[in-house]
């Protein structure tokens, strides 16, 4: 790897990773030597940059892109540019997708170039005064550019104002603004850049206020049977993911309709591509009801208007709440959005903004490049049924939980992780996100004896996620002994965990299950118990553990028939031994300890004892394993034709009659 290009990945990530410089993948670098400028390829965040996201192109055959004459149609136009950009990508490199402004990062003669959208730089070049504030400030520093739609169009506009600046300068401009847009900063060494953007970002800084708080505030409890409704409603053929976000800045700005009127229009071309170009105001916020029936009246209007769902809902008092396809793809709307906001305080300070014209947003709501940036953030459209869909997991920290817990985040589900167990729950949902994945997990504490804590659990789950499809109520604990053995306060607590909490599970979710179900009346959501094959079949010193379990499914049952007209599918999960896991394996607690302690295995006297016994008893001839629970979980939530079963996976040693 040449040095240059190991300073362009590093600076790349420098500002890449500063929500302060670069939201949502936006921004890009350059560095050119000779006959090769190597530039971030389209589709790779510069927060992460590596060697893999750069593109390198043959600048002979980009200069051709300066000579040739292309279509007066806007849209056949820019894939004939589309052509030539790929032409010149060397064929080490075929296969990425050169940014739109590789040519006007090919035109300007220092080596190296860093285009980002800073909102404090912002402030100024989305404001009345733009020009006049940028002249004030840079003087003959810099070059001011009129917005123009993005593309060729720019590189053939700032082409003609950088020959006029050689021609007066005999050099090229090193801070190039672009109004509604961003700004250029090239030179030499990165370095240099470095020292130019923290001169423009402390020149500009000084002529504003300090931007108001945005450590999160509150949320609001009303909120918690809004999302769910809202999700379904936006909901086609998949679900919706809801992200939330609210903060003094935010407040600031959803007062009123007035004070929205600052916030109701996209005013660069991110803004437009990933918030789109109109979003709805609820003033009516005193309760859900009121909310719901606002944004319900106002959606129809909206859709007839604009033709699209909105991505952005301002609810007065309560912030702002992103809907989109996924987690990735909301968490991205809400930081564009909250950069329009930070940019409109900004322009306050310049004049107020200026927006761009109906016909230069309809450009880039429709330009194909910019759809494509969507896309990728958005993900693929054929995608696996559970892609997204939100499902808690209690007792997921550990053993038959976390397996679960992984293998449902794996096939892209939204997962809250909830345990008692908080260090080990916390470590086991940022292990699931270290992937990047565009699904998220999240972890937390519950104790699913407690009524509340259920309660909480649930609604956290909708606070975070917008609503909820999957409930796998899995936490349990055994102690094993007899009757002799078995004192009243263990049996109590044993049945607060295994039977009153898989109780406090559906009875939490279920709300919030109905309120999706009264929005769309046709889609299906799940309970599952892991319940155990002790739930089938009596066991011997241990009717502390089978009781509930046995109990377990009767509430099943019952639950499935009160549940089904709201298209709720209630059903147990009923495996045989984890061997493996903490619960049999713990070398303290396990049950293998347990059963050589009580004597539950006649003759035995090793561990290896009691796991033969065990494993004798089941035709398979082993212990059940988290995928065998996984696959009967998939075929319970796939099969929309069952409930109120309980599922044996037992290898065997359990039969049905």
């Not at 300007?108 to 800073?118: A, T, W």
């Not at 959005?337 to 200026?354: H, N, Q, R, T």
Request: net charge neutral; aromatic share 10%; with cysteine.
């Amino acid at each position: 790897m040449k040095p240059e290009i190991a300073e362009l990945l590093e600076i790349s990530r420098f500002y890449g990773s500063n929500k302060d410089y670069v939201i949502a993948g936006g921004g890009n670098t350059s560095f050119k030597y000779e006959k090769t400028l190597w530039i971030k390829a389209s589709g790779y965040p510069l927060g992460t940059l590596t060697e893999e996201g750069l593109v390198a192109l043959d600048r002979e055959k980009l200069n051709i892109i300066s000579l040739r004459e292309y279509s007066d149609d806007p849209l056949k136009r820019e894939e004939e540019i589309k052509s030539d950009l790929s032409a010149a990508v060397y064929e080490e490199y075929r296969g990425k997708r050169p940014s739109v402004e590789t040519s006007l990062h090919n035109l300007i003669r220092y080596r190296f170039v860093v285009h980002l959208h800073p909102a404090v730089i912002n402030g100024v070049l989305c404001s009345r005064n733009a020009k006049n504030l940028c002249t004030k400030l840079f003087g003959n520093e810099a070059l001011f550019v009129h917005y123009t739609d993005p593309g060729y169009t720019l590189f053939k506009k700032l082409e003609d104002e950088i020959n006029l600046w050689r021609e007066k300068n005999d050099n090229d401009p090193k801070i190039i603004l672009i109004e509604n847009h961003g700004s250029f900063v090239s030179a030499d060494s990165v370095e240099e850049i470095h020292n130019i953007y923290d001169k423009i970002i402390r020149k500009i800084s000084s002529i504003y206020e300090p931007l108001p708080d945005t450590t999160p505030l509150p949320f609001n409890p009303v909120l918690e049977k809004v999302f769910p409704a809202i999700r379904m409603i936006l909901s086609e053929k998949r679900p919706k993911v809801i992200r939330h976000r609210y903060n003094a800045l935010i407040d600031m700005f959803s007062t009123s309709q007035q004070q929205f009127q600052k916030i109701s229009h996209p005013l660069t071309p991110d803004m437009i591509v990933y918030c789109k170009p109109r979003y709805i105001y609820i003033e009516q916020s005193s309760s859900a009801e009121r909310i719901l029936e606002s944004f319900k009246n106002q959606l129809e209007r909206f859709r007839n208007e604009y033709g699209f769902d909105p991505r952005v809902i301002v609810i007065k008092g309560m912030g702002v709440v992103a809907v989109e396809d996924n987690y990735f793809a909301a968490e991205q709307v809400l930081d564009v959005y909250e950069d329009l906001v930070k940019v409109s305080f900004y322009a306050s300070f310049c004049g107020g903004i200026k927006l761009l014209s109906p016909e230069q947003v309809d450009f880039i709501d429709r330009w194909e490049v910019e759809n494509y940036r969507r896309k990728v953030s958005r993900g693929s459209e054929e995608e696996y049924k559970l892609e997204n869909k939100i499902a808690i997991v209690t007792g997921a920290a550990q053993g038959f939980g976390a397996g679960i817990a992984e293998a449902l985040f794996r096939l892209g589900m939204n997962i809250v992780v909830a345990d008692i167990n908080e260090e080990k729950g916390r470590l086991f949902a940022e292990t699931l996100n270290k992937n990047n994945t565009k699904n998220r997990s999240f972890f937390v504490k519950v104790d699913v004896s407690d009524p509340g804590s259920v309660k909480k659990m649930v609604y956290t789950a909708v606070g975070e996620f917008g609503g909820l499809d999957l409930m796998i109520s899995n936490a349990a604990i055994l102690r094993a002994g007899s009757l002799e053995e078995m004192d009243p306060d263990t049996f109590k607590k044993m049945t607060e965990t295994n039977y009153n909490g898989f109780f406090y599970c559906t009875k939490y979710a279920s709300e919030v299950m109905k309120i999706q179900n009264r929005e769309k009346p046709e889609y299906f959501t799940d309970i599952i118990q892991i319940n155990s094959k002790s739930g089938l079949k009596g066991s011997n010193k241990n009717f502390a553990y089978a009781g509930a379990k046995f109990g377990g499914i009767g509430l099943t049952q019952s639950f499935a028939l009160e549940l089904a007209p709201f298209r709720i599918k209630v059903n147990s999960i009923c495996p045989g031994n984890f061997f493996d896991g903490p619960l049999w394996s713990d070398p303290v607690t396990g049950l293998f300890v347990q059963y050589l302690k009580t004597g539950k295995v006649p003759g035995a006297k090793s561990i290896e004892d009691v796991r033969r016994y065990y494993e004798e008893q089941v035709p398979l001839g082993r212990g059940c394993r988290v995928e065998d629970v996984v696959k009967a979980i998939l075929y319970v939530i796939d099969q929309e034709y069952e409930t109120g079963q309980a599922i044996p996976v037992t290898g065997g040693q359990i039969m049905l009659k």
